[in-house]
C-alpha cells in the first residue's frame, strides 16, 4: 500500500524521491511552499523502471511513487528561481507550463 508522507515525515526524513531537489527536510517553511493538497488527480508507480507511464511523465528515475497530479498551483517564484540557480529545470504539473 502507497501511502503519502506527512508533514512531520517529510520535516523528519525529506522525500525519498525529491529531496535533492526540493529540500524540504527540517524544514516546515519549504515544505508549506513545495507540497500542496490541492490536485486534480494522483499517480502510483510501482516499477518506475519499466513503466511506460513513468517514462511518458520523466518520472521514471523516482522510487516507487504515490503523487498529486495536476497540482492546482506552482511552487513559488523564489523556489523556481532557486532551482534555475542550481542548473535545475521546474516543470509544473499545474497544466501551465506544457512543454
Not at 508522507?5 to 517553511?29: A, F, H, W, Y
Not at 521546474?90 to 512543454?99: G, H, M, P, V, W
Amino acid at each position: 500500500m502507497l501511502h503519502r508522507p506527512t508533514s512531520n515525515q517529510l520535516k523528519k526524513s525529506g522525500c525519498k524521491n525529491c529531496e535533492e531537489i526540493m529540500q524540504v527536510r527540517g524544514s516546515t517553511d519549504r515544505i508549506s511552499v513545495c507540497t500542496t493538497t490541492y490536485f486534480d488527480g494522483i499517480i502510483a508507480v510501482i516499477d518506475p523502471e519499466s513503466s511506460w507511464v513513468a517514462r511518458w511523465q520523466r518520472m521514471s528515475e523516482f522510487l516507487v511513487l504515490h503523487l498529486a497530479w495536476s497540482p492546482s498551483q506552482r511552487v513559488p517564484e523564489g523556489i523556481e528561481v532557486e532551482l534555475k540557480s542550481r542548473g535545475i529545470k521546474y516543470r509544473s504539473r499545474d497544466q501551465t507550463d506544457q512543454d
